[in-house]
């Protein structure tokens, strides 16, 4: 129906009180309920699907920017040596980044106290300002994905990209966590694979329906989660869990040194401590593969 999105439960309508009225009529035909206290008239601008939509255009939300304007400042030279493949990884984007990072890069020498000085402190505010920029971060359009996932002993992350004919990345949004307590105790075969299936349950509006590569720096996982070869007999149950909730989409899985994965490796060595995120339940998993079954055409909605 012209002028109507939904997703779900939630519906989005524009233009003329004529597609509002008619968005109703539908709705009663077919026993649709409405939940009135839930309804929002007249708005300058609305949130939905991960974006900020006005008359003009679609916008970022803070949510796509808040793994990395949130991250914390660093406490010693492997968190910086960190950051600054994170630097090296956009740098292409923004040709006054690596001078930006000379205060960083300082801390790194050997010889060299540690001491985060205000001008680190200005640096490393620059530096993630530069990279929330539409210089690097882009919005979605219809050009290959990728996506990328690492983890590190507190947490695990994720960069949503677009790749681009001269083979260069850049990203749509980031995102992080903590690992919990118990979490933090699996083998780091477990943590690599649940900031696999964590980050494509996390991006699910993104991803299905659509191929994409998945980039890992884990060699191991990469012949477990291939698809194209099968599941390994050998691999332990939680694995093959995971194996099957990666089966769901179309996916390509490549192995990325960890020198070269820098965009991921930050964020989980610096997860954003103001978001703990669960990864959804197998439940939440169903429900949503049940969507694309369900026995609705384009007769019942009125589009056809």
């Not at 593969?289 to 009125?302: D, H, M, N, R, Y």
Request: proline residues 4%; charged residues 25%; glycine residues 4%.
């Amino acid at each position: 129906m012209y002028g109507v999105k939904v997703f779900m439960d939630d519906a989005r309508i524009t233009g003329s009180d004529e597609i509002l009225e008619e968005f109703f009529k539908k709705s009663s035909k077919h026993g649709l309920k409405l939940n009135l206290n839930k309804r929002k008239f007249f708005q300058n601008e609305i949130n939905f699907l991960g974006h900020r939509i006005d008359s003009k255009e679609l916008h970022k939300t803070n949510e796509k920017l808040s793994a990395v304007v949130n991250a914390p400042v660093y406490k010693n030279v492997h968190e910086v040596k960190s950051f600054l493949r994170l630097v090296n990884f956009y740098g292409k984007f923004c040709e006054n980044l690596a001078g930006i990072a000379d205060p960083l890069n300082n801390l790194t020498k050997k010889n060299v106290r540690f001491l985060w000085s205000k001008d680190c402190q200005v640096a490393f505010e620059q530096i993630k300002k530069e990279i929330c920029s539409p210089k690097v971060l882009v919005q979605l359009i219809l050009a290959p994905l990728t996506l990328a996932s690492d983890a590190s002993p507190v947490g695990i992350s994720c960069v949503l990209s677009h790749l681009y004919p001269d083979s260069s990345e850049r990203p749509i949004t980031f995102a992080s966590r903590n690992l919990s307590g118990s979490e933090k105790k699996y083998s780091q075969i477990y943590k690599e694979s649940l900031s696999i299936v964590w980050a494509v349950k996390k991006f699910y509006l993104y991803l299905k329906g659509r191929r994409f590569t998945f980039i890992m720096d884990h060699k191991p996982l990469v012949a477990i989660f291939d698809s194209k070869r099968g599941l390994p007999v050998l691999a332990a149950t939680r694995l093959l869990h995971y194996a099957l909730i990666l089966q769901s989409f179309e996916i390509d899985i490549i192995f990325r040194k960890t020198i070269e994965h820098g965009n991921a490796d930050f964020l989980s060595r610096l997860p954003k401590t103001s978001e703990e995120l669960e990864v959804k339940q197998d439940i939440t998993i169903f429900q949503m593969s049940q969507i694309e079954a369900l026995p609705v055409t384009s007769k019942e909605t009125g589009d056809g």
